[in-house]
């Protein structure tokens, strides 16, 4: 069984500031990790993932999460809010292993809302 | 690519009315997905198709609710009857292998 946690349904930045989304997630097996954004009447669109290797990744628009494996945590941060990135953000967790039991399927968690003051 | 295609994107109807929501997954992906998103529940996984298999259905609501995938480029999810606690915006995503999801771009539906 899988879950997530996002700390903070909402998080205010001035622009310029340092963005920080905090997630935690559990797994019984080894994660796939995943952090979408979704713009007003969007669909998701995928911003980063942590699949195997090395534990910082980046992503697009200046994104980037590292994996904690102790602290079961993926926060997502940014050095610099633009007034772009306010939308909302979904961390999410998935596993595959060989028994077939778990087939990728995606768990999220509830959300953050970023906004960005100018 | 143009990506996951979903139809229609907005969708109001009244009670007890049949609805038909339609995507086409990204050609070449094996997996598909339909999801749900309400401001109560979140993100909620309805059904998931490998290889036009549906292998999960376990996010089903009731049986009212009914999904098909007749080949690898259409997947319809159908509620009969409608009623106003299924107003929600519905994703349908597609998946290469084991790799990420693509998203659509959803259908918010309206039921009065």
């Known amino acids: 069984a899988q879950s997530v946690t996002q700390l903070g349904s909402h998080v205010s930045v001035s622009e310029g500031a340092l963005v920080l989304l905090r997630c935690n997630y559990s797994s019984s097996v080894p994660p796939y990790l995943f952090w979408y954004v979704q713009y007003p009447n969007q669909g998701l669109q995928l911003l980063l993932k942590y699949t195997t290797g090395a534990t910082l990744v980046k992503g697009i628009n200046g994104f980037e999460a590292e994996f904690k494996k102790s602290e079961t945590s993926f926060h997502l941060t940014k050095p610099s809010a633009h007034m772009s990135d306010a939308a909302e953000y979904f961390c999410?967790?998935?596993?595959?292993?060989?028994?077939?039991?778990?087939?990728?399927?995606?768990?999220f968690g509830q959300g953050t809302i970023l906004t960005v003051h100018p | 690519d143009a990506g996951v295609i979903q139809s229609p994107r907005h969708e109001v109807t009244e009670m007890g009315q049949e609805v038909t929501l339609r995507c086409k997954p990204i050609?070449?992906?094996?997996?598909l997905f339909w999801y749900r998103q309400t401001m109560m529940r979140g993100l909620e996984l309805l059904i998931y198709?490998?290889?036009?298999?549906?292998?999960?259905d376990s996010g089903m609501p009731e049986d009212r609710f009914s999904a098909k995938m007749p080949n690898a480029s259409f997947s319809t999810l159908k509620i009969q009857p409608s009623e106003p606690r299924d107003s929600a915006v519905y994703f349908c995503a597609s998946r290469p292998g084991y790799n990420e999801q693509f998203f659509g771009p959803g259908t918010r539906l309206t039921v009065l």
């Open positions: 198709f490998n290889n036009n298999v549906p292998i999960d």
């Open positions: 999410a967790v998935t596993a595959f292993n060989a028994g077939g039991t778990s087939y990728g399927k995606l768990t």
């Open positions: 050609s070449g992906h094996n997996s």
